[in-house]
């Protein structure tokens, strides 16, 4: 396994939100490192300096917003380790920008959905989530394709490079926006009633760029136009690992009866929160056969 791959507790997302996350308590949705933080690491840098007007102020104050950005990516970066050392694995040093841009400008209020329309929704009668099917339109994403040891490794190898390729690694050279959510394909070894480990992890890119995609720096990620899809989509919480998303499946298909309707073999999982929120959001798409 390479470097850069990691587990994260299982399961493919982003950074999002502006409430306190503590190493070992995240929540959905959130920031690793609130905005409270920040300001006490500024407050922090000030109480080192004693320049007090003109010129002297203004080095003072850049100085200070150096300082503050460093110890804040380093502060990011140091949750990211933690909970990927649980797992034993390592996050690699390049990621320390990438966490901490996605952790700055992914707010609720600026990540885009992805566009689709509810065509019926089922209430299943009982204790389980309901059933929706739904159209999406046809558009432009970027997609990773890759094979680890587990799924978890593969999904998180995949995602770190969507990462990358959002804040800054494309020829635009800018923060391209978040959009969710970040959807992984997977295969189903029908033989065995397992997944196979090749997985694809497929960012949809916002609106404003699906005329004009920007080209990717990283060779492995791929700008890919996919073709309208009906889904039926079922949503569940926690992580996702190999054991949950086959229930995840088995119970989907018993909900929907005959299998003429969907396609058995490839589905999605849809994952619209970072991976170390502690109750995710997630679900489960079943491509229905036209």
């Known amino acids: 396994m390479e470097q850069d791959s990691c587990r994260f507790g299982g399961g493919s997302g982003m950074v999002g939100g502006q409430a306190r996350a503590m190493p070992g308590q995240p929540h959905a949705g959130q920031l690793l490192i609130t905005m ?37 990516e380093e502060r990011l970066f140091n949750y990211w380790e933690d909970i990927a050392r649980t797992h034993q694995v390592v996050v690699p040093r390049e990621m ?12 609720p209020e600026t990540r885009e959905l992805n566009p689709y329309t509810v065509i019926q929704r ?30 978890e490794q593969s999904i998180c190898y995949a995602f770190m490079k969507i990462m990358r390729y959002i804040c800054r690694d494309n020829s635009t050279g800018s923060y391209l926006g978040m959009t969710i959510p970040i959807v992984t394909t997977v295969q189903v070894d029908e033989a065995t009633g397992t997944l ?29 136009e996919r073709p309208a899809m009906r889904v039926y989509t079922r949503e569940f919480s926690g992580a996702t690992n190999e054991t949950t998303i086959m229930r995840q499946v088995n119970e989907l298909t018993q909900i929907l009866g005959p299998s003429e309707l969907y396609n058995t073999e490839t589905h999605f999982i849809a994952a619209y929160n970072n991976p170390a929120a502690a109750n995710r959001r997630n679900e489960i798409w079943f491509i229905r056969r036209i």
């Open 36 to 72: 409270d933080d920040l300001d006490t690491m500024s407050e922090e840098t000030k109480e080192g300096s004693n320049c007090t007007s003109g010129e002297g102020v203004d080095n003072a104050s850049g100085l200070m917003d150096n300082r503050s950005n460093e110890a804040m």
């Open 122 to 151: 089922n209430e299943t009668g009982d204790s389980r989530m309901p059933v929706e099917e739904r159209e999406y339109p046809a558009g432009w994403w970027a997609c990773v394709t890759t094979k680890e040891d587990t799924y």
């Open 96 to 107: 320390a920008q990438p966490i901490q841009q996605m952790s700055m400008n992914n707010h």
């Open 196 to 224: 196979f480990h090749h997985v694809v992890v497929g960012y949809r890119l916002p609106v404003h760029l699906q005329g004009e995609p920007p080209t990717p720096f990283d060779p492995t990620v791929s700008i890919e």
